[in-house]
Every structure is written in structure tokens, then in C-alpha cells.
């Protein structure tokens, strides 16, 4: 397994619908091994494939792991390829996100509160998932990476503003 190249934005990658995947393979699952370990070694919680330069409806989500001893350890890790949203609640929810491709960064985002998800998993078999409160919201933003979409597209103009000028300092600190 390797740890893959983060892409943050505004790579234009980021901004691009990915394409499904025709069928999970031994390249697709060592892409998706790869993808696990990327996560874990950012402190992430979910990764899509366009976040590493691949423009393919993946994504790899572990809400549970846990930090033991300074280092993070697989909870539940969950490999979905070609995830569709087939159902999405009226309430919904807000919540604080960030995202490995805007570094250090967080605003609060408003997400369906719960939601089921058909895709298909490391073995290529059909399943569905229902989730809710976080699990639901790793979930949408996850997706939402597929269609080109950053939880900043989904916060008011100001925001988003305010966001992008902390950034370029936090960028501006690094060098
Ligand atoms: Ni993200």
C-alpha cells in the first residue's frame, strides 16, 4: 500500500464530475487500499478519489476510527465505488466540516440528517447503506466530491470569502 498525493484547491480537478467505475477490479482495489491509507495517514475521515487525481466515483469513509497512543487505528472502514444518494431526509442538520483539500479550515454546513446510499463495495457486490446524523453528513460531503462539489460551494458568499483569505494566510505561514 502506498500513501497517495493530496490535491487541494483550487486544483481544477476538484471542480470536475468524476466518471463510474465499470467494474471493481485488482487495480480498483488496490486503488482503494491506497485510498485507506492515504486517509489514515492525513487524519482523515473520509477521502474521494478526485482529492488524490483520480477523476472516479470513489470514496473510503471511517467514522469510527480511533486515536490510540498518538496514532489513529481503523474503526469501520468503508469502501464505496459508484455511490448513489436514493434517499434524502427533509430535516436536516448542521454541522462543522473541514476537508483535507482546504486545509485547516472549517464552517459549519447544512446537510440532510439522514439519508441510504446504493453502491457497490470492495468485492464489487450491490449494497445499501442507511445513515444518519454524522455518518450521513461524512457521507454527503464524500459524494458531493464526486460532482465536482467543496462544502465551501455549499456556504454563503461571504463565508466563503472570509474562508479563502484564512487560507491563503495559513498557505502564506507555510512558506
Ligand atoms: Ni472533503
Given at each position: 500500500m502506498s500513501v497517495l498525493e493530496l490535491y487541494e484547491y483550487p486544483h481544477p480537478i476538484l471542480e470536475q464530475k468524476a466518471e463510474s467505475v465499470l467494474k471493481v477490479d485488482a487495480d480498483i482495489q488496490k486503488f482503494l487500499d491506497d485510498m485507506l491509507e492515504t486517509m489514515y495517514a492525513s487524519r482523515g475521515v473520509g477521502l474521494a478519489a478526485p482529492q488524490v487525481g483520480v477523476s472516479k466515483r470513489i470514496i473510503v469513509i471511517d467514522a469510527e476510527q480511533k486515536e490510540v497512543d498518538g496514532e489513529y487505528r481503523q474503526g469501520n472502514p468503508m469502501y464505496l465505488v459508484n455511490p448513489e444518494i436514493v434517499y434524502k431526509s427533509e430535516e436536516t442538520i448542521l454541522f462543522c466540516e473541514g476537508c483535507l483539500s482546504v486545509p485547516k479550515q472549517s464552517a459549519d454546513v447544512e446537510r440532510h440528517y439522514a439519508i441510504k446510499v446504493r453502491y457497490l463495495d470492495y468485492n464489487g457486490k450491490a449494497q445499501e447503506i442507511e445513515a444518519e446524523d454524522y455518518l450521513a453528513v461524512v457521507l454527503q460531503h464524500e459524494i458531493d466530491h464526486l460532482d465536482?462539489?467543496?462544502?465551501?460551494?455549499?456556504?454563503?458568499r461571504l463565508k466563503r470569502n472570509m474562508l479563502l483569505k484564512k487560507l491563503e494566510k495559513y498557505r502564506q505561514g507555510l512558506k
Open positions: 465536482g462539489i467543496l462544502y465551501i460551494d455549499r456556504i454563503s
